[in-house]
């Protein structure tokens, strides 16, 4: 049982509520990239989707954003197609991760030798209070609850034209919290955020989802 009041709000506005277009995504192809950590992670299979999800919705490889970096699989996956990637986690697990110890230190090192590669001991509501920058993706895995998931991915979708949730289908917290933003929210056309307002959800793959811009 979810014991988030917000959670349960979701789901009874969405009884009413104008269906949310979700489209499945059917990866053309699959390759592993070059970057692949042997350490213990639930990102296996993701990785060799990265291409073609690239690709398929015209993302720009410039920057990327990733909330939750734990031991650094998916850091380092996302490495391979991002000129810079920015990795933010505090770094000593939640309530969710099997991993209660300070990875920062074992994390750095072992990404070390990726010179694209940022790694930030923060958590996301400090670093979202003060990045006013646009990425070309974000991916967000962090504490599995309905309102932390749709207080990051609700700055996220406003400063990256894809963003990727994890755990969409293990944790229907998460997977429901992009929800009420893709109906209520339209942006408009501005320097910041230079996309158009329509954008659908995604089924991306069993572990995760994303939102896309275009």
């Known amino acids: 049982m979810i014991a988030e009041l ?12 104008p269906k949310v277009p979700v489209l499945a995504y ?7 990239p070059d970057r692949i950590l042997p350490v213990a992670t639930a990102w296996k299979g993701i990785e060799s989707v990265l ?8 993302i720009g490889t410039r ?5 939750g970096v734990e031991h650094g699989y998916s850091t380092a996956a996302l490495s391979c197609f991002f000129d810079a990637v920015t990795g933010v986690d505090i770094f000593v697990g939640d309530m969710h991760t099997r991993d209660p110890r300070d990875l920062f230190a074992s994390t750095s090192d072992r990404l070390a030798c990726f010179k694209n590669i ?12 003060t990045d006013q920058n646009v990425y070309d993706l974000i991916h967000i895995d962090i504490v599995h609850t309905y309102v932390d998931t749709f207080a990051c991915g609700i700055w996220s979708v406003q400063h990256a034209k894809c963003v990727l949730f994890h755990d969409t289908e293990s944790f229907p917290a998460v997977k429901r919290a992009p929800y009420p933003f893709r109906r209520a929210w339209r942006p408009s056309p501005c320097a910041r955020c230079p ?20």
Do not use: H, M, N
Not at 6 to 17: D, H, P, R
Not at 26 to 32: A, E, I, S, V
């Open 6 to 17: 917000e959670y349960w709000k979701s789901i009874l506005t969405g009884v009413i509520a």
């Open 26 to 32: 059917l990866p053309q192809r699959r390759q592993l």
């Open 51 to 58: 291409g073609d999800l690239i690709e398929k919705f015209d």
């Open 63 to 67: 920057s990327c954003l990733e909330f």
């Open 118 to 129: 940022r790694l930030v001991r923060s958590d996301y509501r400090e670093w979202t209070a």
């Open 195 to 214: 996309w158009p307002a329509s954008w659908p959800v995604l089924s991306c793959c069993p572990a995760s989802s994303a939102t896309t811009r275009g």
